[in-house]
């Protein structure tokens, strides 16, 4: 960090709060000299003040932009107005903050301003965090300060978030930012084994354990020894295996399974759930020791309506995305993103992803407009991503060709009954996967793809609904 300010004290201040973060920085007192250094030696951001003798702040920036176009310039003053304000950033100012300023502000400004400025692999250049962690709202503001609270420190975190919000994302963001980088991110999603494995997973076997150990193995925990270890879903696991997991976190070691060789292991621990783990806790269910131990550190990651305001950049984003991956130039219209917008979207963000993507695969048009929104609105195969106002109407949109004769979905000619609750969803998913391979030419993976699920799920959908490939 290049710090460019007249003002020698509150320079020094400012680059010893830096450093108690790990960030180097280096003091300039003109405009003039930063040109210098920066002629000499790269600098990942550049902190200017505004009003300085023989070149001001503004002269600076321009300069910036003209020799540096990449290099992100975040602006500091104490007399800043609007008018200044929006002149700096139509001028390319990464940001402009006021003095004085918080110290929690100018880390969440610098680390923003870094990260968009690092090039990424495999994704659009102007696109710098995946899924989850895409946003500017107040809410997720706070979660950015939490995750590099947590990086900073070795303690055990527990994020906790409804399905889709991208718990799993702010754990690699903490693992990335942490001192353990270098060492190995290690996952287990609970809820995907039986307990009888669970254990087995995390800490290993010794030849012979039990039937079929013909070799020992290694679990997670040893596999994780220098780095992390992540557990989703930490709240459905058995007393047995809460047990076992306290011990590790209380004394870092463990024995395999089968053994008696005492393994130690160095290893931060972080757990995600979905679930009220305070409630299992009075309901028995979940020990109190452990959850003292595992929620040191608890970030909290908002449901998407919560911060509506991140809606439209995770709609450009995921557009964009897809648009790459799919090699499709494509724009969405203003009344198209006001509709995506009203939805309530009750699978966060991995739900609002698997719209866009279909979206993507299926416009007609180089812009996606509002008829492609509630078009596929309503062939969604989760009512629950209709709004009341829209639902209705977006069904009768559909095209008639989708639509079941009525006499085969009331089970019996010419009765004017409804079908039971069962019936109709089982026609609605059936009518889906028709349709999913309709658009993907016969293609199964494709179709997989775009209906959000698995190709084994999608294959023993079409199995279970007799539908030949």
Partial sequence: MLIVDDDKPLGCVLKAMLRQD???????????????????RPFDVVITDLRMPQMDGMELLAELRRRWPALPVLMLTAHGTVATAVEAMRLGAASFLLKPFEREQVLFELRKAALSSAPQADQPPDLVL??????????????????DRAASSNANVLVRGESGTGKERVVEAIHQRSARAAGPLVKLHCAALPDSLIEDELFGHERGAFTGAVARRQGRFELAHGGTIFLDEIGDISEAVQVRLLRVLQERCFERIGGSETIEVDVRVITATHQDLDTRCRSGLFRRDLLYRLDVLPIWLPPLRDRA???????????????????????I?????ALLHAQPWPGNV?????????LVVL????TIG??????ELARAPLTSTLSGSASAQSVRDAPTKHHTDSRRLSGREGSSSLPSLGDARRDAERRYLLWALE?????????????????????NLLERHGIAS
């Fill in 363 to 366: 416009a007609c048009e180089a």
């Fill in 130 to 147: 995946d899924n989850g962690l895409i946003g500017e709202s107040p809410a997720m503001r706070e979660v950015y300060q939490l995750i």
């Fill in 22 to 40: 790990k960030l180097e920085a280096e003091h300039v007192l003109s405009g003039r000299r930063a040109l210098e250094v920066l002629e000499t």
């Fill in 333 to 337: 219209d203003d009344e198209a993103m």
């Fill in 309 to 331: 305001d991140d809606i439209v950049r995770l709609v450009e984003h995921f557009v964009a995305l897809f648009g790459a991956e799919y090699e499709r130039s494509l724009t």
């Fill in 439 to 459: 658009r993907c030419k016969g293609n199964r993976t494709q179709a997989a793809r775009i209906s959000g699920v698995s190709r084994r799920t999608f294959y």
């Fill in 370 to 375: 509002a008829v492609d929104v509630r078009r």
């Fill in 350 to 358: 991995r739900e609002l992803r698997n719209f866009i993507e279909r």
